[in-house]
T-cell receptor, first 114, second 112 residues
Framework: DTGVSQDPRHKITKRGQNVTFRCDPI?????LYWYRQTLGQGPEFLTYFQNEAQLEKSRLLSDRFSAERPKGSFSTLEIQRTEQGDSAMYLCASSLGTVSYEQYFGPGTRLTVT | EDKVVQSPLSLVVHEGDTVTLNCSYEVTNFRSLLWYKQEKKAPTFLFMLTSSGIEKKSGRLSSILDKKELFSILNITATQTGDSAIYLC????????????FGTGTRLKVLA
């Protein structure tokens, strides 16, 4: 499968624990996005990378959230000291070069914080 | 603040009906508007619109943009049960940011 992959697909954690999610974009795509989606809502932009550089970060992203894309390939999203309000689907998307409009989404990681 | 509003929030129709989904937006320096279909998993890309009045078409789906009135519509003709999904609209809010603002989506259910 040459699409965007995310791991894990589901994560259940207790409040206060740290979690880390991974996204592997389509190999030639240099742009990578993280979104969060809750029930009944559209995806909310969290952050965006061009190659390894994090170019934009949403104000929604508190200091408990951090994302990296160390070699411009895969990316990780870490949430520290999780809260119940962090429960959501975390979506990763990638796109190619200047053709930014067509973002290809991964299957998402569903996080449940108990 | 940039925003994207979709209507209706949900819609139930019968197979064969035609539906029109709406997306209105208020953003700074509009660049592009995208439509996605989301079933039980990740959104899949349908259309990208940048110019007013030019219809994009793919099979039974079509979409058009009005940059003066700041809205887009997505039409689906001869609906089928497989069209049941959430249809999302997303707009690039500030030129060159590649940051897309999504609406809440329209949940379409097509009954056999």
């Amino acid at each position: 499968d040459t699409g965007v992959s995310q791991d894990p697909r589901h994560k259940i954690t207790k409040r206060g624990q740290n979690v880390t999610f991974r996204c592997d974009p389509i190999s030639e795509h240099n742009r990578l996005y993280w979104y969060r989606q809750t029930l009944g809502q559209g995806p909310e932009f969290l952050t965006y990378f061009q190659n390894e550089a994090q170019l934009e970060k949403s104000r929604l992203l508190s200091d408990r959230f951090s994302a990296e894309r160390p070699k411009g390939s895969f990316s990780t999203l870490e949430i520290q000291r999780t809260e119940q309000g962090d429960s959501a689907m975390y979506l990763c998307a990638s796109s190619l070069g200047t053709v930014s409009y067509e973002q290809y989404f991964g299957p998402g990681t569903r996080l449940t914080v108990t | 603040e940039d925003k994207v509003v979709q209507s209706p929030l949900s819609l139930v129709v019968h197979e064969g009906d035609t539906v029109t989904l709406n997306c209105s937006y208020e953003v700074t320096n509009f660049r592009s508007l995208l439509w996605y279909k989301q079933e039980k998993k990740a959104p899949t890309f349908l259309f990208m619109l940048t110019s007013s009045g030019i219809e994009k078409k793919s099979g039974r789906l079509s979409s058009i943009l009005d940059k003066k009135e700041l809205f887009s519509i997505l039409n689906i003709t001869a609906t089928q049960t497989g069209d049941s999904a959430i249809y999302l609209c997303a707009v690039e809010g500030r030129r060159g940011t590649y940051k897309y603002i999504f609406g809440t989506g329209t949940r379409l259910k097509v009954l056999a």
